[in-house]
């Protein structure tokens, strides 16, 4: 039996309010303010990071709609135990009211490292206590997925660079 597959638009918002990218182009207020109730109708997902200097202002521009976020964030041996509280904490402070769609790993690389695999597994516990929907990483390159593939490390997601 063949399993269907859903259709998500996934809108990253690393260049919204701050310049991002090859061209080093950005999006500002006035042009994200009118397709702000396109996105809820589409039932759009927000792609950012905790590590983006424009997340207070996304939030606070869309959080709102009551959009599905993905959140990536850069493991460390400092904020590796405190996953749940780092997110609770955004949770409180945006008054975000559902469970975040995704966690993912900014940085895949951690990943080749004992502590970064521990660390990742920390990802799954969220995901079992029902904090967050799905979890996964962000790689910049195939050669990272086949040497995690190798490692059989289970992903939900794996966000790799591309645009449309």
């Not at 039996?1 to 259709?7: E, H, P, Q, V």
């Not at 039932?43 to 976020?69: C, E, M, Q």
């Not at 955004?90 to 502590?115: G, M, Q």
């Not at 029902?130 to 289970?154: C, P």
Request: zero cysteines; glycine letters at 4%; a positive charge.
């Amino acid at each position: 039996m063949a399993r269907s597959l859903k259709t998500k638009i996934i809108i990253g918002t690393a260049n919204f309010f701050t310049k991002y990218g090859l061209y080093k182009n950005y999006v500002n207020k006035e042009k994200l303010i009118p397709i702000r109730k396109y996105l809820k109708k589409k039932n759009v997902i927000f792609d950012t990071s905790l590590n983006y200097k424009n997340l207070d202002k996304i939030f606070k521009l869309f959080n709102h709609l009551n959009l599905d976020y993905i959140i990536k964030i850069s493991l460390n041996k400092n904020n590796k135990n405190q996953l749940e509280k780092i997110f609770s904490n955004i949770k409180e402070k945006h008054k975000i009211k559902k469970k975040f769609y995704a966690i993912l790993l900014h940085n895949s690389d951690i990943l080749k490292t004992k502590s970064g695999v521990e660390a990742f597994k920390k990802l799954y516990d969220l995901k079992r206590i029902g904090f967050v929907k799905k979890v996964g990483i962000s790689t910049y390159g195939y050669e990272n997925i086949d040497s995690l593939q190798r490692k059989k490390i289970k992903f939900d997601i794996i966000q790799t660079n591309g645009n449309i």
